[in-house]
T-cell receptor, first 115, second 112 residues
Framework: AQKITQTQPGMFVQEKEAVTLDCTYD???????LFWYKQPSSGEMIFLIY??????QNATEGRYSLNFQKARKSANLVISASQLGDSAMYFC????????????FGQGTRLTINP | DTGVSQDPRHKITKRGQNVTFRCDPI?????LYWYRQTLGQGPEFLTY????????KSRLLSDRFSAERPKGSFSTLEIQRTEQGDSAMYLC??????????FGPGTRLTVL
């Protein structure tokens, strides 16, 4: 079974600083996808970034980058130059490549950006 | 707006009542997923459809829950004889096969 672990319940960061949100995963599947989603207080899950298990390069999307270390089974999200609007819950998720392709989520990290 | 929509956004009901939620996916997406998110937790998979066929159901989906996707378009999730433990956010997502899942705004259910 797939499992996602996020060990930081909350993070507090000063505006404009970079922040790293931790995510470790466990799976026996050779092929999988790793995602990060942002969930503001409104409740909608907003897709941020994706990393495939066979991708050689770390994924980047604007201010978001994913630090993928396959041997350590970690997929940390790095947000550069944080902004007040980045304050939200952040979820790491894994998707099986075959079958239902359902997402398995971690418990999330609440990020607060201080002015 | 061509994103995933859900209705209602909020629902308050008394224990024992039946409730039904609707999800309208992105029009060309053939896969539709339902997830449940309780307070302080990440979303958990409930069930999914490929077109009109319901292909997998989680053990979380008790006999009181039923989901349909007639004609492979919108989907409904019904909960019969609601219990206080059903209070949660119910999230719908849609995707193309092998594609990224796009989420709707969710329906927040409160059972009194």
């Amino acid at each position: 079974a797939q499992k996602i672990t996020q060990t930081q319940p909350g993070m507090f960061v000063q505006e404009k600083e970079a922040v790293t949100l931790d995510c470790t995963y466990d799976t026996s599947d050779p092929s999988y996808g790793l995602f990060w989603y942002k969930q503001p207080s409104s409740g909608e899950m907003i897709f941020l970034i994706y990393q495939g298990s066979y991708d050689q390069q770390n994924a980047t999307e604007g201010r978001y980058s994913l630090n993928f270390q396959k041997a350590r089974k970690s997929a940390n999200l790095v947000i550069s130059a944080s902004q007040l609007g980045d304050s939200a819950m952040y979820f790491c998720a894994m998707k099986e490549i075959q079958g239902a392709q359902k997402l398995v989520f971690g418990q999330g990290t609440r990020l607060t950006i201080n002015p | 707006d061509t994103g995933v929509s859900q209705d209602p956004r909020h629902k308050i009901t008394k224990r024992g009542q039946n409730v039904t939620f609707r999800c309208d996916p992105i029009s060309e997406h053939n896969r539709l997923y339902w997830y449940r998110q309780t307070l302080g937790q990440g979303p958990e998979f409930l069930t999914y459809f490929q077109n009109e066929a319901q292909l997998e159901k989680s053990r979380l989906l008790s006999d009181r829950f039923s989901a349909e996707r007639p004609k492979g378009s919108f989907s409904t999730l019904e909960i019969q004889r609601t219990e206080q433990g059903d209070s949660a956010m119910y999230l719908c997502a849609s995707s193309l096969e092998y594609g990224e899942q796009f989420f709707g705004p969710g329906t927040r259910l409160t059972v009194l």
